[in-house]
Structure formats: structure tokens, C-alpha cells
């Protein structure tokens, strides 16, 4: 589905997203201490359509009440979440594309699949995008979208006999449908043979539009920049915007500093679930 841009004035932001408190304070299952920066990203998502951003947010909201394993316990400092960033990395990138979507790499560092538990790394995705959707873009207008990179490097057959289907099912459910995120490229490097398995996992869980947007690129090989300027990537993957290591302690700080307000589940679950809440959960969510 395509959306005409629309762009609206401060003021107008501002307005709509009062409206959109106001609704919210209306909506007494739905946490009320909502900030600004994340009501933005709903509205942004359907181009400041008030009605559609509260369907979705409320859906967002009903899948997190239901899958409390992975949203709810999301303390940065706790072992379970310090494995997982000594096992991986998600690194969002410091600069936007010409087009103003967001970059973001993640890649196994510890290629020892002992250590790989696939809730937890699950769980610390959702802890780092629900930090990126209360933090600034790179510029100063809000994002029109996003460029994952997943890195294969070190993933093997162990790490997939890890994976617990369910989870991954809920993954990409949510990232396709509840995310206020629009995916417009997704990129997976250094492909190895064991691509093919990887894809008979995910490709049944894909809308067709978002599997016509994945590219494909062989270790050693430069065809991502036809897709992403070299400014824009780390040292590590050819790119001259400096260092992966840098860019990752400088998210660990802003992680931190958010610590409290992520960790806290008022602010990120609904306080009941009301199955017969059609009025605000539309069938176009489910």
C-alpha cells in the first residue's frame, strides 16, 4: 500500500498529537504515559490519519499484553539481556539515506551457539526498536522509513535448531503489522550456503511486499552500496562512517540512560485485555 507524503507544521504535529492524547485518555486499558516521540511514529506511519494510528497503536499494544515473555522484563542490566549484547549486535547507523530512511545492522558477534538463546535476543530487538522509537532521527524530520541489515557471519545449523518457531512467528508478525516502522529495503550480507534454510523458515512468514524487498549480497562483495552510500555504513563493512564499536557503545549509552522508562511495563502494556474490544481493535489489524 502507497501514501503521498504528507507534511504538516509543528503546530500541526502538536495538534494531532493532542488529539491523539486525548483519545488515549479515553482508552483506560492503554498505558497513559505515552511519549510524544512514539505517538508521532503512529501517526507518522499512516500520514497523520488520527483514526488509523489509534487502530494500530491499539493493536500494538494487545499483541504486547499477549506476549508478555518477550515484552514485559526488559531491564538492560539484566544477565539475560547483557548475554544477548555480548552475543549480538543492533546497531542503528548515524545517518539517514538521501531519502530519509534509517539504517540498522544487526550481526552475531559470538559465533558459539551455546550461548544463543532466541527469546532473549528476540526480546532485546523489541528493548533496542521501542529505544529508537522514543529517540530523534538522524534528522530533524522524522523518518520515512527503514533499512535493517541482518549479517549471516557465524550463523550455523546449531543456531537454527534454537530458534523457537512461535517466537519468530510473532517477530515478524508484529514487525509486518503492529511495528510503527515502514521497512523499505532489507538487506542480508555475507550470504552463505545456509541461506537457503534460513528462507524456508522465513520466507512463509513474509507478506509478499516485504519479501519483494529483501536483496541478497555474498561475503566480499560491494553490491550493497548500490543500494546504501559508503557514508552511511561502518568501517567494518567498507564504509567510511566510522566505527561499528563506537556507534554501538554510543546506543548503549542512550539505552541506559532510557533504563527506567523501558524497563517499566506500565508504560508498554495494556492493564486488561477486553477480547470484545472491536471499537478500538479493527479486523484490519488481525
Not at 64 to 71: G, L, P, S, V, W
Not at 112 to 139: C, Y
Not at 236 to 250: F, L, Q, R, W
Amino acid at each position: 500500500m502507497s501514501f503521498k507524503k504528507v507534511i504538516l507544521s509543528e503546530n500541526e504535529m502538536d495538534e494531532k498529537v493532542a488529539e491523539f492524547r486525548k483519545w488515549i485518555k479515553e482508552q483506560p486499558q492503554l498505558p497513559q504515559n505515552i511519549e510524544k516521540m512514539l505517538l508521532l511514529r503512529y501517526l507518522k506511519t499512516y500520514n497523520f490519519n488520527l483514526e488509523r494510528a489509534q487502530k494500530l497503536i491499539a493493536y500494538s499494544f494487545d499483541i504486547r499484553a499477549k506476549n508478555q515473555h518477550i515484552f514485559t522484563d526488559r531491564d538492560p542490566e539484566s544477565p539475560a539481556l547483557q548475554n544477548v549484547l555480548n552475543v549480538c549486535e543492533i546497531v542503528p547507523m548515524s545517518k539517514a539515506t538521501s531519502d530519509n530512511y534509517k539504517v540498522c545492522i544487526l550481526r552475531l558477534i559470538d559465533y558459539d551457539s551455546r550461548n544463543f538463546v532466541f527469546n532473549d535476543v528476540v526480546k532485546a530487538f523489541f528493548t533496542f526498536a521501542d529505544l529508537r522509537l522514543v529517540s530523534p532521527d538522524p534528522n530533524p524530520e522524522l523518518a520515512d522509513g527503514e533499512i535493517p541489515i541482518f549479517d549471516m557471519k557465524g550463523l550455523s545449523i546449531w543456531h537454527l535448531f534454537k530458534i523457537n518457531f512461535a517466537t519468530l512467528k510473532l517477530y515478524f508478525k508484529y514487525v509486518q503489522e503492529a511495528h510503527p516502522v515502514r521497512v523499505q529495503q532489507c538487506h542480508i550480507v555475507n550470504c552463505t550456503p545456509l541461506l537457503s534454510r534460513v528462507m524456508s523458515l522465513v520466507r512463509p512468514l513474509l507478506k509478499p511486499e516485504v519479501a519483494a524487498r529483501l536483496q541478497f549480497h555474498s561475503p566480499n562483495s560491494d553490491t550493497i552500496f548500490k543500494f546504501i552510500p559508503r557514508d552511511i555504513l561502518p568501517e567494518e563493512y567498507g564504509g567510511t562512517a566510522g566505527s561499528i564499536v563506537d556507534m554501538k557503545e554510543h546506543w548503549f549509552k542512550k539505552l541506559l540512560a532510557k533504563r527506567d522508562y523501558l524497563r517499566n511495563d506500565s508504560n508498554w502494556i495494556i492493564s486488561k485485555i477486553d477480547d470484545n474490544n472491536n471499537n478500538i481493535i479493527d479486523n484490519e489489524f488481525e
